[in-house]
């Protein structure tokens, strides 16, 4: 059960597009769709943005997408604008029933 | 409008226990899978465990198995951490999270309950 590697830190500036990797294993995100992602502002509780991998909650901007190639999920956040600024967390279903984070990636709008 | 209000949290020396408590409004609960997820200060989301709908079924991350007791009571809507031989690195915010029933996502958290383990 070891967490999922994301970039520590990514930065752009607004209007341009960035994106965040995720990478696991066969036994998480290479070996199940429910991948899901979380932006989390500074003071507040994790907002799901992404799941399955791509899909995104109503009311989620259509500037959010997700993808996935093997053990590997993205995401790509486009136009980016400055309420954007926040931590950003993946999360993939993983063997034995749980589920595994990554670390995290700050995202620091220019 | 689903609510998730934990309580139980504090303060307590490496080696003892404490048991959270999450109490649920708003939805279904007996019909949803249930979590625990914690976050030290300042650092990123961890995954501490889960419990299924019925109770019988339940997960844990490593770091907390056979320490960590998840349970739950559907006639009181409420969602149990029992934490025992507490840690240092215990120490963390703890959510208790709702996931969409059959969809494999959280879609719901609490506002956290602070644990600090500490001498």
């Known amino acids: 059960q070891s967490a999922l590697t994301q970039p520590a830190s990514v930065s752009g500036s607004p209007g341009q597009s960035i994106t965040i990797s995720c990478t696991g294993t066969s036994s998480d995100v290479g070996g199940y769709n429910h991948v899901c992602w979380y932006q989390q502002c500074p003071g507040k509780g994790p907002k799901l943005i992404i799941y399955?991998?791509?899909e995104r909650p109503s009311g989620v901007s259509n500037r959010f997408s997700g993808s996935k190639s093997g053990n590997t999920a993205s995401l790509t956040i486009s136009g980016l604008q400055t309420e954007d600024e926040a931590d950003y967390y993946c999360c993939s279903f993983a063997s034995g029933g749980t589920w595994v984070f990554g670390g995290g990636t700050k995202l620091t709008v220019l | 409008e689903v609510q998730l209000v934990e309580s139980g949290g504090g303060l307590v020396q490496p080696g003892g226990s404490l048991r959270l408590s999450c109490s649920a409004s708003?939805?279904?609960?007996?019909?949803?899978?249930m979590h625990w997820v914690r976050q030290a200060p300042g650092k990123g989301l961890e995954y501490v465990s889960t419990i299924r709908t019925g109770g019988r079924s339940t997960s844990y991350a490593d770091s907390v198995k056979d320490r960590f007791t998840i349970s739950r009571d559907d006639s009181k809507d409420t969602v149990y951490l029992q934490m025992s031989s507490l840690r240092v690195e215990d120490t963390a915010v703890y959510y208790c999270?709702?996931?969409?029933?059959?969809?494999?996502?959280?879609?719901?958290w609490g506002q956290g309950t602070l644990v600090t383990v500490s001498s």
């Open positions: 399955e991998g791509y």
């Open positions: 708003g939805f279904s609960f007996s019909s949803h899978v």
């Open positions: 999270v709702k996931e969409l029933s059959g969809a494999y996502r959280f879609d719901s």
